[in-house]
């Protein structure tokens, strides 16, 4: 079965499955988890969890796109609950953090292990990415309707805020062998991320 389906098409041991796994991941890493841990936490022969997922690269890569929906579903819900534009791009920024610290520490991959699993993340990469860019299209068009955002491309400015968001992550993760993020790192980078969204949102207002 390599050809993974959404999360709202998987039938309920799929389902179950991912989420032992997302279990096991987020108290050891990807890399210490083995196949036969996941299959014996749920009781399954490893012959049976090989008959959904071929490989730890194809279950990692579920969990990775169950987070996704999950994200996406919980910051679009956001938008239609908050009316400050300001408010709402400055959420947007703090949960993306936390959602990919999440992710990190899933994986607690050494940056080796990193560049050989990406490739197969590609398309999960650019699905998300794309998702990502229409949210905050969606949050400066209603900036700009409320007349506190000033911004002659939507689609051009919504690439550069994501972009910048990925260096300040970037530079912190880009000096480490492990991908995993500690709490007194995640502080820092929430304090930088929150000042730099701030100095973007003054900016949309002058633009």
Do not use: C, W
Not at 23 to 31: A, P, Q, T, V
Not at 61 to 85: L, N
Not at 182 to 200: G, M, P, S, V
């Amino acid at each position: 079965m390599n050809n993974i389906k959404s999360v709202s098409e998987k039938s309920d041991k799929v389902l179950m499955i991912i989420e032992a796994s997302q279990k096991r991941f987020g108290l050891f890493g990807i890399e210490k988890t083995s196949m036969r841990e996941i299959a014996d936490d749920l009781k399954l022969s490893k012959a049976s969890l090989y008959y959904y997922f071929p490989d730890k690269a194809s279950l990692y890569k579920a969990v990775v796109e169950k987070e996704q929906i999950e994200f996406i579903a919980k910051i679009s819900e956001r938008i239609f609950s908050i009316h400050e534009p300001e408010q709402l791009l400055l959420e947007y920024a703090n949960s993306r953090l936390s959602y990919f610290r999440t992710l990190l520490n899933l994986s607690r991959l050494r940056l080796e292990a990193y560049s050989d699993l990406k490739p197969a993340f590609r398309d999960t990469i650019q699905l998300f990415k794309e998702k990502e860019k229409e949210i905050i299209k969606k949050i400066f068009e209603k900036g700009i309707s409320s007349g506190v955002f000033h911004i002659n491309d939507i689609d051009q400015t919504a690439s550069l805020f994501l972009d910048l968001l990925k260096g300040l992550r970037s530079t912190l993760v880009s000096e480490k062998k492990t991908l995993f993020i500690e709490q007194d790192e995640y502080d820092l980078l929430l304090e930088k991320t929150i000042a730099f969204t701030d100095f973007f949102i003054k900016g949309l207002k002058f633009i």
